[in-house]
């Protein structure tokens, strides 16, 4: 994971950076950790989290979802590329290596054609790729950006429960200001839906705030299915109000843990769960739930978002 610098005085911020040697304090008691995708699993529906957290059950890759990992593989690469060598072109000459990463790090994906990569199917969805980047070059000039990070791994434990996350990209200006900034395949989202997108966004600008001091100036979303943005400035009594509500969603958590009580929360989204068919909302019956429940480290498991 990449250095971070020491918090600014006054900020109380809680770090789990670095081992402590003789003379320092013992690091910080862990209970629980949380990713900003679990946490919205539980916000969003309790028995999906249970049946990605505690039973592990498998799901199939989607189309959209493995697009979205390799359209993020090219875009990470790309500024490995020299300034001038940031081009459209170059983008979509990266694609072909960003697959094979796909297909090494997740081989289930190769059962999404069935046809390889010969096939007309993946051709498309190779195309609709490659639309995406372009639609990226429509946001942004790459060649005028140098970020400080990609994929940069950020954690930080908060009185006993550890945030952790991915952060695609960060931006740091000479003043030190910071924009962590976010790209989705999808679509913008309509305004009723904006909060629960930038509930990702406010989770990475908690964790950077505890390890940094520094509050980001700007967290910016980018959507390349319609070549627009959303951008949002926190401060900090916003952040520890939201740090007040990860702590509010982990005492369910644990309460539900201790009952094995995961309620289903039905939506449209019911529509696209692979667990849908087990689901007691749909006349599902899920499996028992396990006598030791253990939860996946969210390390384990930080898929990137469409």
């Given at each position: 994971m990449?250095?971070?610098?020491?918090?600014?005085?006054?900020?109380?911020?809680?770090?789990?950076?670095?081992?402590?040697?003789?003379?320092?304090?013992?690091?910080?008691?862990?209970?629980?950790?949380?990713?900003?995708?679990?946490?919205?699993?539980?916000?969003?529906?309790?028995?999906?989290?249970?049946?990605?957290?505690?039973?592990?059950?498998?799901?199939?890759?989607?189309?959209?979802?493995?697009?979205?990992?390799?359209?993020?593989?090219?875009?990470?690469?790309?500024?490995?590329?020299?300034?001038?060598?940031?081009?459209?072109?170059?983008?979509?000459?990266?694609?072909?290596?960003?697959?094979?990463?796909?297909?090494?790090?997740?081989?289930?994906?190769?059962?999404?054609?069935?046809?390889?990569?010969?096939?007309?199917?993946?051709?498309?969805?190779?195309?609709?790729?490659?639309?995406?980047?372009?639609?990226?070059?429509?946001?942004?000039?790459?060649?005028?950006?140098?970020?400080?990070?990609?994929?940069?791994?950020?954690?930080?434990?908060?009185?006993?429960?550890?945030?952790?996350?991915i952060i695609d990209r960060l931006d740091v200006s000479p003043a030190g200001d910071i924009r962590v900034v976010d790209y989705k395949t999808g679509a913008t989202p309509r305004e009723a839906f904006e909060a629960k997108a930038l509930f990702q966004m406010k989770f990475y600008a908690l964790v950077l705030w505890r390890t940094r001091g520094v509050v980001p100036r700007q967290l910016r979303l980018m959507y390349l299915a319609d070549t627009d943005t959303l951008s949002y400035a926190a401060d900090e009594d916003e952040l520890r109000r939201f740090e007040r509500t990860l702590k509010a969603i982990w005492a369910a958590i644990s309460r539900a843990m201790q009952t094995g009580d995961f309620r289903p929360s039905p939506s449209r989204l019911c529509d696209w769960c692979d667990h849908k068919p087990i689901c007691p909302a749909h006349g599902g019956t899920p499996p028992p739930f396990p006598q030791s429940p253990v939860l996946t480290d969210p390390r384990d498991a930080l898929p990137v978002t469409p």
């Open positions: 990449t250095q971070v610098s020491e918090p600014a005085a006054g900020s109380d911020p809680a770090t789990s950076q670095g081992v402590p040697g003789p003379d320092d304090p013992l690091p910080p008691v862990v209970l629980g950790s949380l990713s900003p995708s679990r946490a919205a699993d539980f916000k969003s529906c309790p028995l999906l989290y249970r049946f990605r957290c505690v039973d592990r059950l498998p799901e199939a890759p989607s189309p959209a979802a493995t697009r979205g990992t390799l359209v993020h593989a090219v875009l990470e690469s790309l500024f490995d590329l020299p300034a001038a060598e940031r081009t459209l072109e170059r983008a979509r000459d990266l694609l072909p290596a960003a697959w094979e990463r796909v297909r090494a790090e997740t081989p289930d994906v190769e059962s999404l054609f069935p046809e390889g990569a010969s096939g007309t199917e993946f051709a498309e969805w190779l195309a609709s790729a490659a639309d995406l980047l372009g639609n990226y070059f429509r946001l942004e000039d790459p060649s005028r950006l140098e970020p400080a990070s990609r994929e940069e791994r950020v954690e930080v434990v908060v009185d006993g429960l550890r945030l952790r996350g």
